[in-house]
Each structure stands twice: as C-alpha cells, then as structure tokens.
C-alpha cells in the first residue's frame, strides 16, 4: 500500500526503531540527576547532540531539542523576536512558509509587532532583491524555508541570508522539509527542522540559534536545554532522531537522484495522461521527491477518496479537503490553480513499480470524479444585457470552474462572461482556468453576495 | 541495581512499551489527513484520549495532550489567566508547588500579575482555611499539588476545591506525582499530569480543562488538540501513555499497600539506624512510595555518591547538590533540616529486599560521609565579649552546622553562640538543628558578610 505522503510525517526508519529500543532501556532517566541512570542518559543526549549538531551545521552548544518542528518554530521567532526587540518590532516571512511561521506572525501582530510577507513567483520562489527590499532598519527578524513543503520549491537561503547579513539582521530558516538531504547552505542565524519528517519519532525538534544571535526565551523556562526548552528531555526519541538522521544523510546523494528521476516521470507524464492538469512548483530547483500538480473540474477530496480506494495515501491543497474552506495559502501566493490538486511525496525507498502503477490510476481516477460532478449548468445561465452570467452562487470548488468552462462555447468571440461566486477558491482557480485555456481574465467585481469574475472570450 | 527516584521518572513499563512497538507501525501518521495511514492514527488517538479521560475522570473532549508534564502546567495556568484577565490577575499557588508552577507564576508576575503563596505547615500541607483566606475578588486562578514530589505530603485538595469553587475561582491541580495511585477527589477545574512519572514514555503531558472553564490558549497555536497544543501530535507515545496508566491503575490498589509497608519501614528504622537523622513529611496523609529524611553532618551530594556507589540511586534536596546553591523550595517552605536530605520514591514494583539492602547500606554511608567532613572547627572559634563566634564564612553546607556542633559544649549553659555563615542553607539547617538538638534558636542578625545566627545552649 503506498504511502506518498512523506512531507507530512515518514515512517519510522528503521535505525530510529532500533535506537528507540535501545534508549528505553538506557536514556528514561532524568539526564539532570547524579545516579548512574541519570549519568547515562546524560551521555545519550550529549551524543544525541553532537551527532544532530554535525548533521545540521552547527556548535553542539547552539543546538537544542524541542518537542516538535512546530515547537521549534514559535520558540525560535518568539525568542529571536523578543531578544532584538530593542532594533525594532518588524518580522519578515514569505508568503509561502509553513503555518506555524504564519501563526507565529499573527501572534506577533496581535502582540502589536508587525510582518512584511514577501510574494512569491509561479513556481513559489521569492526573489532575494524582493526580500531584501522588505528589509528595515526595524527588522528584528527574517525567516525563510529552505524548501516549500507542498510544492518542493527550494529558496534561494544562501542569497537571502547574504542581504540579511549585510543588514545585520538574523535569518531564521525552517529547514523541515530539507534537513534530510544535507545541510542548509549560507549564513543562516537560526534553523529548525523537525524529526518525524526524516524518518525520526515524533517528538523531536530542532532549533539551532547562532552565538552571537540575541535570544530571549519566552515563557516560563528551566534549567533544561539552555533555558530555551522546558520540560524532561524526551531522551529515546531524541537519541532515534540523531541516529536517523545520520542513517538517512549516509543514503541521501544516491536516494536523491533515484527520486527526482521518479518524480520526472510522475512531472511530465500527468500532463500528457491527464487533460486540463497543470504541474506546479519550480521544475529545477525543487526537493527531490516532491511533485504537485492540480486538475481542472476536479473536487480535491474526491480525487485524495478515489486514490484512496486504489492504495494511495497523498495530500492536497485544494479548499475541498481543508476544515477551513479555503485553497492552500501556498497555492493562493503562487496564483496557480487549486482544484483537484495532489501533492505525491515520495517516501525514501518508494518503488518504481509504485510510481509506475501511480500513473495508472491516476487518470482512472481523475476522470471517475469528473464523470461524478459533470453536471450541467445550463439552467442558471442567463443574459444580462451583453454579458452571460453564470450563477454558482452557494456552489462549491470545482463546480463554478466546471460551470464557467460548460458555457464559454455560448460567448461570442471578444464578449464577457460572469461568473458568480461565493466559494473562496474561484478567485485563485477562475483566473488559473483562464491562463491554461487562452482566455482573457478581465478582473474581479464586488457584487451582493460573494463576487462577479468576468472573463472575456479571447479564441 | 535498586531505582529508587520514580518521583522524577519511572522506568518505561512493560505495557508501554508493548504499546510503543505496536503503534510505531500504525500510528505514525497525520492523524488530520484522510487517507487510511491518518484514519488508523486518528483512531489511535481518539481511543487513547477515551482511556486517558477517564482514568483522569473527564470527558474526552475536556482533555488535551501536549508535550510533557511541564508543559501541560505552563499552557494550563497561561490559558486560565488569559481566559478569566477580566475577574483579575492574582494567582494563588502554594509554597511547596512543582518548579513548573513556580516558573508560571514568576512568569506571570513579570508580565504584572499578582501572585500569593500559600505557606505550608512542617509536615508540608496547607492548610484550606488558609489558602482560603488567599482568596480574593481579583483571583483569576488557584493551583495545588494534589501531593509533593520532594516529601509525598497529600494536599487538601477537595477542602480547597470547595472553598475555590465558592469563590468561582478555578483551581488547577497539578497531579503529576499521584495520577497512577488514582483520580483527584474534589471538584477540581483544571488538571495536568507527566506520563512518565506512572512508566509511560517521556514527551506525554496530559491537561484537563473543565467544560465552562473560561480558557484562551496563549502563543500561536493550530488546529491540534482543540487549539491548545500545537504541533503534530506524538501518537506512539500518547498511546503507551494511556495503556501505561490503565496498566498501573489495574494494580494500583494492592501496589499501594505494598509500597507503604515499604516506606513505612523506611521511615521507622531511618531514625534508629542513623543518629540525628529526621522523617520529613506528613507520616499518615502522604503517596504511598515516597519518603524523604535528612542527615545533619552530612553533605547531601557526597551521601548520594556513596549511596550510588552501593547501587542505590536516590534524589536530594540538599543545596550542595543543586546548581543553583539554595536548598530544596519545599524544605525551605517546610522549615525542616536540608543538609543530608535524601528522597527515596519506589518504583512499581520496587522489591523488600531491596529496601532491606538499603536500610543496611545507608548507616554505613551516612558515618563515611561523617567521617570525611569531621574536621575540627575549633580555631575558628574566638571569644567576643560574652559570646562565642564561630567563623564560618566561605564554608558549604553541612560544614557550618558541624562547627556549630562541635562548639556548642563549650558554651555555657543559658551562654550565646553566634555563627557567622554565607551559605543559604544555614538559614534553614540552623533553626532546624536547635529544634533536633532542643536548644533555642534566637535569631538572625546582619554581618559584613552572609548573615550571624544566635543560638542559646539551653542544656
């Protein structure tokens, strides 16, 4: 049953299982106590450290472990905030960072600090000048991924943190979804990374801070990992996260270049077995086994159910499949199309009879949920003056896109179309669906309930 | 090798474990994402919850997960006083509370809150009317131990759930050291507790929040556990936790028992195998494993060296075996004698002989540790006026009581002696030794340097 959902959570490597094992037995105690329990899991952890450390790029002494990525992120800006709040008040992100980047800067807002978010281009890079324009003699702290975790957009970090340098502000860079395939190049300040997407238990984060870097621990704290984590340290899975980590960055050159050949094939062959699929994401600078792409007239959910059936566990950023009802905040930034997409992240070790059998299934099961929501919207056509109107008012993604494309035929080469709509995800996929057919997107306008879309007829 | 520190960990029970490898293999996933891998893991965690609530005696859904014990206190008295800033920001916490309670509290009054400590009596227990006269109009919170981890006194806390509950104050009831044993009685608001205090894995803290108990989590924060934890949720372990505690609560009953003989023994023979030693802690309302004495004449640190080297680990509250120099809070709260203090905490499980062994090795260590430190105080003894001087400025704890000690003889019946000291331990060991030695105590007075305490030789 394959499992191509690895940037969400791997499963547990091998080597972390063997170590958890191991540490049960040896690292439960209390690492601050002088008995000789407390003497070994002391050593543990110390080895934990430096092997972590080594891998990361760092002082074992910079290096701490958190409960999670998460943990690792709220506790690296909270603290990097706090320690250089007499610079200024003013944060920096891209647009496309992992929500507890995004949660953490609206904590600062609310807290009455305030964010630059930098955009980002199609593919979902930002542009070094661009973030360093947003730079400020204000500016307490950037951050920046190393990798986008839904499309595997690498950033430029190396650039990034040159301009930051020069401006003599910190950058903290969240390395999740990269920290297995080597360490992050360039100046960074702060970094953190989570185990779980190694292979590691969960559990474990990492939050690596610079000497020199002005920090201020917020919060309650101890005596545990220099002030800047509170709470017994998690010893086995933390001794299983350094282990893995090493196990994986021994298999990470050659595990690279397999993936990324698998996700070449899945990059130029949905297009071709798929109509009306657009692969998004940079084609080049990308992490080696992450591949996105979205499919037109497709409900998310659906498609993430189908695939399901057949074995596949994927994710999406389609607003279908989220609690909140609207597309991916990634997928938003980039300004390509939401609907129908699949996020397939390889797992290290994914067989290419799997991939192979992917594709597969992949049409099949795209066209099963399309026959599903074929449904035809004639009936709530109708002329307005010179401009058809289709109302999808209450309808959800994908069915305004759906009904948009059903009655382009009945418009006059160089007339309009509106379409409206109250379902959050039309603004990102109306426009998406113009670019892909050759129509012309004119713009959006308010109306009573949701918004009016007009697109003009272009071929 | 006898462990005999399960008030700072337990080792990893058999059942946790179990439940470890188990769900290493099917709860590794997003417990949020759609596919079978995240299905199985939601089931594990909602199962898990279920078990957990009610061994705590809650509903499921009024109970949350986070990261350890420590962070359930801090996330719990953060979200109760954000949740009820408009009745007011006093927090009542009593003296003798765990360092995560204390660090919430210090936190809090930083941020220009209020805080009241309830004092305890010598056994170590507040007394409810007592902390019931801490409450006030603008109490937002009230917390309490259900018992203490350094001597195992009981708190009264279903007598201060009452009072509390009068006032329409929640109280949050830290349970970390009594959960296994079994529910907190009262109508409490707000409960955590520490897995790997009952041998479930470390990296589980669990917190209970009442429904209608005003809450706002604080920090940024996800959609994870209803918004109170944030970060992917550690499955595997929140599993063992929960299968742990059930496990330990099986045999809890009869286990009790057990270990109370056991530490009853303990805190009988103590004081008949080693001259001036003194049972702290309240000898009737107190955990069943837990027992904590001290040793005058003895350095602390040094008694644990011996005793490690007999194979027993054991903890201390002695200043000289902390970082920070400054005896145990709760033996300061308590007023008792700190010097020599050893807490022995059994684990389940913990065998006769084994506290045989102990009760046989521990005269013996005491009257090495003895030896070492006998050195002769007399030239530092100057006659000054009327009064006896003893110097012993520069001098660590248990050296300025031994000096003390040794002089007393010379001192005239109804005759003054002062001893010069700056170790922040004599304050406590001082008084103490008077009370254990039945002469008077008179008082403190200012010096140059660190401080003199008068002692009257009564016989």
Chains 1, 2 share one sequence.
């Not at 800067?105 to 979902?124: K, L």
């Not at 360039?186 to 292979?199: E, V």
Request: glycine share 10%; with cysteine.
């Amino acid at each position: 049953m394959p499992y191509f959902d690895a940037a969400s959570g791997a499963p547990l490597h091998p080597v972390a299982r063997q170590a958890l094992l191991a540490s049960f037995d040896e690292g439960w105690a209390d690492p601050a106590r002088l008995y000789r329990e407390g003497r070994r899991a002391r050593m543990l952890l110390d080895a934990a450290r430096e092997a972590a450390a080594e891998a990361v790029g760092c002082r074992p002494d910079e290096l701490i472990f958190t409960s999670s990525g998460t943990r690792a992120v709220h506790t690296g800006i909270a603290g990097a905030l706090a320690g250089r709040r007499r610079s200024g008040r003013h944060l920096i992100v891209s647009a496309v960072e992992h929500s507890s980047v995004l949660h953490s800067a609206e904590a600062h807002e609310a807290d009455g600090g305030s964010v630059t978010q930098v955009a980002v281009d199609r593919g979902g890079a930002v542009d070094p000048a661009a973030y360093g324009d947003a730079l400020r003699t204000d500016t307490a702290l950037a951050c920046l991924q190393s990798a986008n975790h839904e499309v595997g957009t690498e950033q430029p970090v190396a650039a990034v943190a040159e301009l930051c340098r020069e401006s003599g502000v910190p950058l903290l860079v969240d390395a999740a979804q990269s920290l297995a395939w080597g360490p992050v190049a360039g100046d960074w300040s702060l970094l953190t990374a989570s185990a779980h997407k190694w292979g590691g238990p969960s559990g474990v984060g990492l939050l690596a801070v610079r000497k020199g870097v002005r920090f201020a621990a917020q919060g309650p704290v101890d005596e545990r990992e220099s002030g800047r984590a509170p709470g017994f340290e998690n010893i086995p899975a933390i001794v299983a996260a350094a282990a893995s980590l090493r196990a994986v960055r021994a298999e990470a050159a050659e595990e690279a270049v397999r993936l990324r050949e698998l996700t070449d094939q899945i990059r130029a062959r949905v297009p071709r077995l798929v109509t009306d699929a657009e692969v998004v994401g940079d084609p080049v600078r990308r992490l080696p086994g992450v591949v996105t792409f979205s499919c037109l007239y497709v409900d998310g959910e659906a498609l993430l159910h189908e695939l399901d059936r057949e074995g596949f566990s994927v994710s999406s950023g389609s607003s279908c499949t989220s609690s909140t009802l609207t597309p991916s905040h990634v997928l938003r930034a980039m300004g390509v199309l939401s609907e129908g997409n699949v996020r397939v992240s390889l797992p290290l070790g994914a067989a290419e009879e799997e991939v192979e059998r992917f594709l597969e299934v992949l049409p099949r099961a795209v066209a099963a949920v399309r026959e599903k929501l074929g449904a035809p919207a004639s009936e709530t056509v109708v002329r307005e003056a010179d401009v058809l109107v289709v109302d999808s008012l209450g309808k959800r993604c994908p069915i305004p896109v759906i009904e948009l494309a059903k009655v382009i035929g009945d418009v006059p080469v160089g007339g309009l179309l509106r379409v409206l709509s109250d379902d959050e995800a039309a603004r990102l996929d109306i426009p998406a669906w113009c670019e892909m057919r050759g129509q012309e997107y004119v713009g959006e306008e308010p109306a009573d309930r949701g918004a009016a879309y007009l697109v003009r007829r272009v071929s």
